[in-house]
């Protein structure tokens, strides 16, 4: 036996008892299922099994043991260390794992939620419209003419065989340009680009002018003193009004459907001879004779029809005035409304929502292409 360690005060050492162990364990493993973030475990770690920790302590007492003691003592140790660092380990797993669950459910994001986008405009309706009505017209072999909309009043009237006193010059009700007599004049119908084709094309002539016209009118729901039409010229050889019924008949089934009802009436324009009138049977009251609704029809005033535009052969004495020979050339010409072809595709009863400028009204159209 040695003698007794002079030095040795058991007040500053560990209790390696079994007990004292166990009871160390205990206290880790208490701790650390209590610790419920990661930050609570690493004060629990450190407390439970840092160097400072009481199994830490009683490990560095072994050394001191006498060599009978050390190896049942240092199992006992071991294993309590073994235990509360298993204990650490397990529940890092499950504190990382909840620790991920939340950021997952923080940083979710909804890909489905609408973004605050800034708005994409919407072209107007009566422009993708006039692309399609001239497609159909290009499709067909027709080229695209244009023309000033502040015009000769001689192309807008004169050359179009209006004498100077026609009651048609006071009836389109004009928007001249500060006098009278100034020659110029806001165009009232698309029809002077008849007269530009004809004077500045080689013939045959066929051409499509989609474009903007003006007339003194009142804003209300069915006219605008700002509005659209669709001139068509076709000059040729040979050209009769069956060609004119044809090429108008085939645009109203391409934009309304085949089972478009229209109607033609003679009617009169100095620059068309013969001249029609081509009407689509009202898409509000149907032109039902049967139904109350026809009587107080807002849309074609009890009529049953709605006038689309207006058409005939070219006049001889149009012909002459651009120096082309009416005995060798026919040619036949239309001006179709387009709001009006709008309203008939769209169902839009009010012209006004075409010109407010509202852009649910645009938006709503923004997508047809
Ligand atoms: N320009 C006429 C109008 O505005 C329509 C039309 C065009 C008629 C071409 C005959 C030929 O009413």
Redesign the pocket.
Known sequence: MSAPNKQYDPKQVSDLSAEAIDAMVSAALAAIESADTLDQWKEVRLEHSGDRSPIALANREIGALPPAAKVEVGKRVGQARGAIKAALDQRELILIEHRDNEVLLAEKVDVTVPVDRSLKGARHPLTTLMERLSDVFVAMGYEIAEGPELELEWANFDALNFPKDHPARMMQDTFFVESPDSGALLR????PI?VRAMLERELPIYVVAPGR?YRTDELDATHTPVFH?I?GLAVDKGLTMADLRGTLNHLAHVMFGQEIDIRWRPSY?P??EP?AEVDLRCFVCLGDAESDLLDQCRACGGEGWIEW????MVNPRVLVAVGIDPEVYSGF???MGIERTLMFRSGVKDMRDMVEGDVRFTRAFGLDS
């Open positions: 009232t119908h698309t029809s008849q016209v039409q001139e324009f620059f068309t001249s535009g207006g058409c005939g010409a239309f001006g």
